[in-house]
């Protein structure tokens, strides 16, 4: 029996658990599975991020039917399954909150432990199938590791044991600290045009929203919001789902936006780096760009990191506004003063997870499941 499976899909996930990985392949106390679920499968979706970032490559890679969000979970839960058959672990630990860790719910029918890195962000916004996601692993889990104690104090709200919860910082903080001096390398790998249009101030985009892309209306919000960006060049790294919509939509873009396919993480860092700032649905990004010292615009009704709003790191574009207001927000982001605080933790975090895990993994003290670990008393109701 391994210590741990730790099981991956998308790359910003691989961003963030990068250090993670690298601390557990670089220490003997415990061993451990890299399991790829799928989800990402494209290389500048996934490998390119594998060789920047030096992680170790996974020891299981699955192959998934992407036809649609229920194909990707069912097959995910399926190879999870058949994997947890025919190989044992003390736990299963899973990142995030997309199609992915979904797979925890193969881990909770072979009764392993679930870990949960990311644990107890909310956005309160229904639509949103990530808040689904992480709703449910999270009361699957066994351990939580919540971010920051605003996190942790959401999940103790809906019944989760505080036994469970660890507050370890983002370790989003760690991985730019660790990879800053990286970041200039990425002008290298973008190409000649694109070399020549960063000379001059630019704005950085992204938007993969399905609440905003597969609406029409809050779609043609965040292309009126681009086009009206007027007096800089707009690049936007786009994904492939967010190119189809654009391309079967009647919706044009100005000519001072330059639409890239999804790049590196380095070159992608560099860009976001030297911004003059970033319009963005991202969650990742949004905390990226606050800690890096970047202006953002969140375009988004909701969002589980309030954190850039508190600070006054970002402004919000609400998509599903009829008449939103575009040039008050284009005017508030340029002229935002950026000596915020970081509110995200003191980089610190991969070896908080990674310790907490040896810790556990020594004392074989993963499950939680008994009835005097609940927040509620249901001693009356269940029996040892």
Not at 26 to 31: A, G, H, L, R, S
Not at 68 to 97: C, E, M, Q, R
Not at 220 to 239: A, E, H, Q, R, Y
Request: hydrophobic letters at 35%; charged letters at 25%.
């Amino acid at each position: 029996m391994k210590d741990l499976a730790i099981i991956l899909g998308i790359r910003p996930d691989v961003i963030r658990a990068s250090k993670i990985l690298k601390l557990l392949k670089n220490q003997k106390e415990i061993d451990f599975d890299f399991l790829w679920s799928g989800q990402h499968y494209s290389e500048n979706m996934k490998d390119t991020f594998f060789k920047q970032l030096n992680v170790p490559i996974p020891d299981f890679e699955f192959t998934l039917d992407t036809q649609n969000d229920s194909t990707i979970v069912s097959s995910t839960i399926t190879n999870l399954y058949n994997h947890f058959g025919n190989h044992k672990y003390k736990a299963a630990v899973f990142l995030g909150d997309t199609n992915t860790v979904m797979g925890s719910i193969a881990a909770a029918q072979h009764n392993i432990p679930i870990v949960h890195i990311e644990g107890c962000m909310r956005s309160y916004d229904w639509r949103m199938p990530e808040e689904k996601y992480r709703t449910v692993i999270d009361h699957l889990s066994d351990r939580i590791y919540a971010y920051l104690d605003s996190y942790k104090k959401q999940g103790l709200n809906e019944g989760i044991s505080e036994k469970i919860i660890k507050v370890t910082g983002n370790p989003i903080v760690d991985i730019i600290n660790e990879n800053f001096e990286k970041f200039e390398s990425g002008f290298t790998y973008l190409e000649k045009d694109l070399q020549d249009i960063v000379k001059s101030k630019y704005v950085l985009v992204t938007s993969h929203r399905r609440e905003n892309i597969l609406n029409i209306d809050s779609f043609t919000n965040i292309v009126n919001l681009l086009n009206s960006i007027n007096d800089k060049n707009v690049i936007f790294p786009m994904g492939y789902k967010t190119q189809e919509i654009l391309k079967n939509s009647k919706l044009k873009l100005n000519s001072n936006i330059k639409v890239l396919d999804p790049i590196g993480y380095l070159e992608f860092m560099y860009l976001l780096k030297n911004s003059a700032f970033v319009a963005t649905d991202s969650g990742t990004v949004v905390e990226e760009a606050c800690i890096l010292g970047i202006p953002s615009i969140q375009m988004r009704y909701s969002t589980e990191r309030p954190e850039v709003y508190d600070v006054k790191a970002s402004v919000k574009f609400d998509p599903t506004e009829d008449n939103p207001h575009i040039s008050k927000i284009l005017g508030d982001v340029e002229a935002m003063n950026k000596n915020w605080d970081n509110p995200f933790g003191r980089g610190d975090a991969s070896e908080t997870i990674v310790n907490d895990l040896i810790e556990l993994s020594k004392s074989n003290n993963f499950k939680k499941h008994k009835p005097s670990d609940y927040a509620f008393d249901v001693s009356n109701s269940f029996k040892e």
